[in-house]
């Protein structure tokens, strides 16, 4: 499908500027597997790479603007690279070419070399899905800025930058896992990420297995959902069990330590807590079933402590668990909408997919998208020539 994608923005590009790119780059979205709500704990997560991406073919132009034109939105946006600093956390109107700009603002004032360029920007990563698109989006931004400059590629560095352009420019709090497997990620792989150290293990999942994306066709708005509130309750609760993040509190800790703590953030505790444990050993496992029954405990903990699940999404986890072939199933992503996860043979995906997509319409009148989906490789740079 990426394939497509590329020959249709090297298409635009030469239809809206007459001549091929300069640059193409993509960043990919992300799948996590296991470890939600866990990345701003400091705690660990299992994402992938998928294979599909946000791509941007574009060109320098000598000053100091971007233009930018969305085939997805049917919308072209410019904007000043001068006077960023004084545009942040302030803008209302908060489209898609917002987080252009805020990562555009934190690679500025992180000293990185802003030059102007003009382009066109499209996906096929769903918009609010759960899978990243957002990310996608920043870390596509800063490849094609850092390239067009000439400075070099640091994933975590610009990971970070991602995150910053999030939480400070769209008001998004976030962790830092999205920007870093779209940044970092390895194909064929998914990758352990320590959030509080940014070290990155790569690992093979289970032998004769294929992990499939079930988007439930609902969606939800981050930035006025109630994440927010769920990141405090757990600052909160590592503020009164006396330790700097949740990371640093193991199971026993907790059950030793969390009577005191006001119902709803001991719920909000014990989901990150246990989900750090079911994380680091999903990571290690080579078993099917037993990374399935981590997945499936993920999912438990999700909708009853962290209560971020929806009764579309634990449909769509039901559904996927009584139909042959799968080992587990999990929302994935912040939750209140968006996709659920399952790991299933590999040799079952196509089955599993068409039976899992009529029991859910048949359930809700809601037509899902399923696919299947290997590990890709992180933000790229692609060859730039005419579309084929």
Known sequence: MSIDLRSRVLAAFHETYGDAPSLLV???????????????????????AIERAVWIALRPTGDARVRLRSLDFGDTR????????????????????EYVRGSLWTLGRSGGRLDGWEGVVAGDVPVGAGLSSSAALEIATLRAATALSGEPWNAGVMAKLGQ??????????????????SAGGRAGHALLIDCRTLETSSVTLPAGTAVVVMDT?????????EYNERRSSCEEAARLLGVKALRDVSVADFEEGAGDLPPTIRRRARHVVTENGRTLEAAGTCE???????MDESHRSLRDDFEVSTTRLDLMVEIARQTDGCFGARMTGAGFGGCAVALVEAGSSDGFTATVSRRYAERTGLEPMLFATTAADGATIEPSGSPS
């Open 78 to 97: 410019e904007a000043g690279l001068e006077g960023l600093e004084a545009l942040a956390g302030r803008v209302e109107d908060m489209s898609w070419f």
């Open 217 to 225: 066709a609902t969606r939800r708005g981050l930035v006025d959902s």
């Open 288 to 294: 099917p079933d037993r990374l399935g029954e981590l």
């Open 26 to 48: 993509r960043a990919p979205g992300r799948v996590n597997l296991i470890g939600e709500h866990t990345d701003y704990n400091d705690g660990f997560v299992l994402p992938l």
């Open 164 to 181: 910053e352009a999030e939480n400070r420019w769209v008001g998004m709090n976030c962790g830092i896992m999205d920007q870093m497997i």
